[in-house]
Nanobody, 120 residues
Framework: VQLQACGGGLVQAGGSLRLSCAAS????????MGWYRQAPGKQRELVAT???????KYADSVKGRFTISRDNAKNSMLLQMNSLKPEDTAVYYC???????????????WGQGTLVTVSS
């Protein structure tokens, strides 16, 4: 089972980036998914989450700038980040509750991070 995140990079303040996260390796489906981030010297924090039904939740710091979405058929998730600020600089991680079979679920499965750097 793998949860692969990509799309990070260096961008100027005010710019945009789109992160993607895809699950693979014999997964039946995915329940809740989310993006978290960890800035240097800080604790990991929630950025946005999305349920299998499409209900979303955002951190106050990203509301109106970030949009989370998912494609259930492809077991994947996107994070569109607009109007980026230097304080958005962090390693971004994807997280998911993976349904392996009708009887087996892996809660809080983490993908590797992707670095987002926003220059001022």
């Amino acid at each position: 089972v793998q949860l692969q995140a990509c799309g990070g990079g260096l961008v100027q303040a005010g710019g945009s980036l789109r992160l993607s996260c895809a699950a693979s390796g014999g997964i039946f489906s995915i329940d809740d998914m989310g993006w978290y981030r960890q800035a240097p010297g800080k604790q990991r924090e929630l950025v946005a989450t999305i349920t299998s039904g499409g209900r979303t939740k955002y951190a106050d710091s990203v509301k109106g700038r970030f949009t989370i979405s998912r494609d259930n058929a492809k077991n994947s998730m996107l994070l569109q980040m607009n109007s980026l600020k230097p304080e958005d600089t962090a390693v971004y991680y994807c997280n998911a509750d993976l349904i392996i079979t009708m009887e087996t679920m892996i809660h809080d499965y983490w993908g590797q991070g992707t670095l987002v750097t926003v220059s001022s």
